[in-house]
């Protein structure tokens, strides 16, 4: 019994990350999808406002639904909100104004719903 609850409760899990990413595709311009992914990358990692990319930008643009010469668009037009990026490092300069245009939704972006 225990193990199936363990089962269904993964199952779960999994099902509404998949939910969440459907959301995230089909709601959001590509330049919310990245602008999201900012806040939350930089959430995970601790040190605000500055990271490396943990992976190369064309995983990244296929992993938000995009191609890789519309992530570089994208990541020239969030300069003007506050978002610069140097090579592989990136730095928010402005994160009210970043969050203004991400416009986070609990129900696609908190962990825990």
């Known amino acids: 019994m225990r193990r199936s609850r363990a089962v269904v409760a ?3 899990v999994r099902y509404r990350g998949l939910v969440k990413d459907l959301k995230n595709q089909r709601l959001r ?3 919310e999808r990245l602008a999201n992914w900012i806040l939350s990358y930089d959430a995970q990692v ?3 406002g500055h990271f490396r990319l ?3 930008k064309r995983v990244l643009a296929s992993l938000l639904g995009m191609r890789p010469e519309n992530l570089s668009r994208s990541f020239a037009e969030l300069a003007e909100v506050g978002v ?5 490092t990136l ?5 009210g104004k970043l ?4 416009k986070p939704d609990p129900l696609i972006d908190h962990q825990r719903t």
């Not at 610069?84 to 592989?88: F, R």
């Not at 730095?91 to 994160?95: G, S």
């Not at 969050?99 to 991400?102: D, G, P």
């Open 84 to 88: 610069k990026l140097e090579g592989a």
């Open 10 to 12: 993964e199952l779960a």
């Open 99 to 102: 969050m203004a245009l991400a």
């Open 29 to 31: 311009t590509g330049l």
């Open 54 to 56: 943990p992976i190369e």
């Open 91 to 95: 730095t928010i300069t402005d994160m």
């Open 46 to 48: 601790g040190r605000p």
